[in-house]
T-cell receptor, first 112, second 110 residues
Framework: SQQGEEDPQALSIQEGENATMNCSYKTSINNLQWYRQNSGRGLVHLILIRSNEREKHSGRLRVTLDTSKKSSSLLITASRAADTASYFCATDARNTGNQFYFGTGTSLTVIP | NAGVTQTPKFQVLKTGQSMTLQCAQDMNHEYMSWYRQDPGMGLRLIHYSVGAGITDQGEVPNGYNVSRSTTEDFPLRLLSAAPSQTSVYFC?????????FGPGTRLTVL
């Protein structure tokens, strides 16, 4: 499977702290994306980083990509209770046509 | 724009029954896909379509059929439901590098 894996599987932090989650994948990619899923809902796109980029910011989100290690990290700064959700990485792998491959997700709980 | 819509939201089937999960999008996206989500498994691609009349298999296509007669609609058919198909099903459409997901259909097969 070309599916990525997130680490940790679950993370619990206090409001105001930073949350870091990691994603590892197996094959060469065109880009990597992070999605958020609130309980019982569909996934929402957060941020995309291309294979030739190393770091990207969007509001309180910071994403890094290390293609040599086939890994990415998502940092959420100054977390809020509303950030409580599951977070998934998805890779747009090269030579796979139009398919995305999703990781297994990190469940983040932010305690008020 | 309604985005991506899915019906029904919940469904209970008996083993062997057939049904169609509906998916529609109003963003004029050519690429649409179906995923299933199981606990601890992330999302797995069932089938996808790059445009009307064109479909292809994903990671877990067995037991499912799709067709794409229009740009807007991409129904998923379960031919003979099995308990292993109990899952949450998500439809998505894609614009360039971003996928837009529907709210999901929670299917239970008894």
């Amino acid at each position: 499977s070309q599916q990525g894996e997130e680490d940790p599987q679950a993370l619990s932090i206090q409001e105001g702290e930073n949350a870091t989650m990691n994603c590892s994948y197996k094959t060469s990619i065109n880009n990597l994306q992070w999605y958020r899923q609130n309980s019982g809902r569909g996934l929402v796109h957060l941020i995309l980083i291309r294979s030739n980029e190393r770091e990207k910011h969007s509001g309180r989100l910071r994403v890094t990509l290390d293609t040599s290690k086939k890994s990415s990290s998502l940092l959420i700064t100054a977390s809020r209770a509303a950030d409580t959700a599951s977070y998934f990485c998805a890779t747009d792998a090269r030579n796979t046509g139009n398919q995305f491959y999703f990781g297994t997700g990190t469940s983040l709980t932010v305690i008020p | 724009n309604a985005g991506v819509t899915q019906t029904p939201k919940f469904q209970v089937l008996k083993t062997g029954q057939s049904m169609t999960l509906q998916c529609a999008q109003d963003m004029n996206h050519e690429y649409m896909s179906w995923y299933r989500q199981d606990p601890g498994m992330g999302l797995r691609l069932i089938h996808y379509s790059v445009g009307a009349g064109i479909t292809d298999q994903g990671e877990v296509p067995n037991g499912y059929n799709v067709s794409r007669s229009t740009t807007e609609d991409f129904p998923l058919r379960l031919l003979s439901a099995a308990p292993s198909q109990t899952s949450v099903y998500f439809c998505a459409s894609r614009s360039l590098d971003t996928q837009y997901f529907g709210p999901g259909t929670r299917l239970t097969v008894l």
